[in-house]
């Protein structure tokens, strides 16, 4: 039989919540799908960095290079510790070294739920940037403490960095409708858009099957709202595509819904699954996180592990249980109640798949 090795890293806050409810939902459509899932878990997280002073070992990248994907809750605690040392000491660093350079993040709306638009009509894929661009973390800051302090956050985007995204983007939308939106800030950052612009247009050549259009982020976050319907595939930087993201969630009826992969393409290591949200402390230990996104996510990572039945199972699941009113409404229906209902959906999926 075949077997895939996880490495789950729950996190902090809600993330072993979100994390424990995926892990059974995917062990059981795993059984009715015919391969297996092996789990090995890493306690990384700001708990971990109390005891240790590191929010994963020397070694850590090293012993997650060797999975077939990672699963990952949220990580960030930051009444303990400040967000720019834990993400900075965990899911950036795997991000980077593991060139999980596409993160992948479907915004629409699940039957039953409700978003605050007028329309339902939507289906966007935002394509974010995931390695360098504003995340980079070039950059320093001098005479600290002083009035002359200086801080400088540089942003970097190389040819490689850019091409091989919007190529991504591209090789999505002539696999969907054809459709590219692309987006920068061109108007007013005069070198790094202006040469995300100008290497979309080369692409497009390359393309002559795919329209792009290039939207300035401002007007993406308005389209997001006002007219969704009109998009389909979008790719941004790294920080531009966090933001629309937040807010593809936000159009999709809450954080609670929303996935994300984030893919090395050429596969020479491991892909990282985990919802869009972080660790909620408002909610953490109310026990009413909803485990959708974290799922979805899971259904994500097996896909990209060649498992699309299966993973197509599991988007079945989700919908069936939202359709039936289930986890549709935030704080309504306990994280442990939404995942009952997905399990008994995959328990009672007669479709022959095999
Ligand atoms: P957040 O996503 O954790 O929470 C924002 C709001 O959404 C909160 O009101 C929260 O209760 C709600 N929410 C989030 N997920 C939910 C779910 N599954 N079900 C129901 N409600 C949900 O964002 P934040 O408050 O800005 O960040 C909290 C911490 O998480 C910070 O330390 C931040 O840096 C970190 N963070 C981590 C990740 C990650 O690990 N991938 C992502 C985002 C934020
Ligand atoms: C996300 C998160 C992270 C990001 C943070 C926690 C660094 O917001 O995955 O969207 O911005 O990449
Ligand atoms: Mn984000």
């Known amino acids: 039989m075949k077997s895939y090795s996880i490495a789950l890293i729950p996190g902090d806050g809600i ?30 997280s700001c708990a971990f960095y109390k005891q240790t002073g590191a929010m994963m070992p020397a070694d850590g990248i090293e012993s997650l290079r060797g999975f077939d994907a990672i699963l990952l809750g949220a990580v960030g605690w930051p009444a303990e510790v400040p967000d720019s040392v834990s993400l900075h000491g965990l899911l950036l660093p795997i991000r980077k070294a593991f ?7 479907p915004h629409r709306l699940l039957p039953g739920v409700q978003g605050p638009l007028k329309t339902e009509k ?8 995931n390695t360098e661009g504003e995340y980079s973390g070039a950059g320093g800051r001098v005479h600290q403490g002083t009035s002359d302090e200086v801080a400088v956050e540089t942003s970097i985007f190389t040819r490689t960095g850019v091409e ?26 005069k070198h790094s858009m202006v040469f995300w612009d ?16 290039s939207y300035h ?21 790294n920080l531009f595509g966090d933001i629309l993201t937040d807010l593809g969630a936000a159009i999709q009826g809450g954080l609670g819904f929303a996935a ?15 919802p869009v949200h972080g660790s909620a402390p408002d909610i953490a230990h109310l026990g009413i996180a909803n485990p959708i996104a974290a799922i979805w996510s899971g259904a994500m990572m097996l896909e990209h592990l060649g498992e699309g039945l299966a993973a197509e199972r599991i988007m079945t699941a989700l919908e069936e ?30 479709m022959p798949r095999r």
């Open 122 to 129: 939507f289906d966007i894929l935002c394509i974010r940037e």
């Open 198 to 213: 100008e290497i979309s247009r080369q692409l497009g050549t390359e393309y002559p099957d795919v329209e792009v259009t």
């Open 99 to 105: 060139v999980q350079y596409a993160n992948i993040r």
């Open 321 to 350: 249980t939202t359709a039936n009113g289930i986890g549709t409404l935030p704080g309504r229906d306990r994280t442990k109640s939404i995942t009952a209902a997905i399990l008994e959906s995959v328990a009672g999926d007669q």
């Open 15 to 44: 993330g072993p919540d979100v994390i424990s409810a995926a892990w059974e939902v995917l062990q059981a459509v795993a059984d009715i799908s015919g391969f297996s899932l092996k789990s090995t878990e890493f306690p990384w």
């Open 164 to 189: 091989r995204i919007l190529r991504f983007g591209f090789e999505q939308a002539r696999a969907r409708s054809g459709k590219l939106a692309s987006v920068t800030k061109s108007n007013a950052q």
């Open 217 to 237: 982020i401002d007007a993406m976050a308005a389209r997001m709202v006002m007219e969704p319907e009109t998009l389909d595939v979008v790719v941004a930087s």
């Open 260 to 274: 994300s992969a984030n893919i090395n393409p050429v596969k020479n290591a491991p892909s990282m699954f985990e």
